[in-house]
């Protein structure tokens, strides 16, 4: 489409500046709904911050086994 083609034309009636507006918002509304749309990215367990806030690591005997537990 061109600068100097109109994207919509009125063929019949005279429609005032709000109806013009208000129509042109239907049709961008209606030329979105085939694009794809993104989703956000789904937040699960291994995306938690809770991890941040745990105690911090400790070596010895059982640490491999405290470090599957939840503070």
Avoid: I, Y
């Amino acid at each position: 489409m061109s600068e100097g083609t109109p994207l919509l034309r009125v063929v019949r009636g005279e429609p005032t500046a709000e109806e013009l507006a208000a129509l042109t918002v239907v049709v961008a509304a209606l030329s979105q709904q085939g694009r794809p749309r993104k989703r956000p990215a789904p937040v699960g367990a291994w995306a938690t911050s809770g991890d941040a806030h745990r105690r911090p690591l400790r070596p010895g005997p059982g640490g491999w086994r405290a470090a599957g537990r939840p503070a």
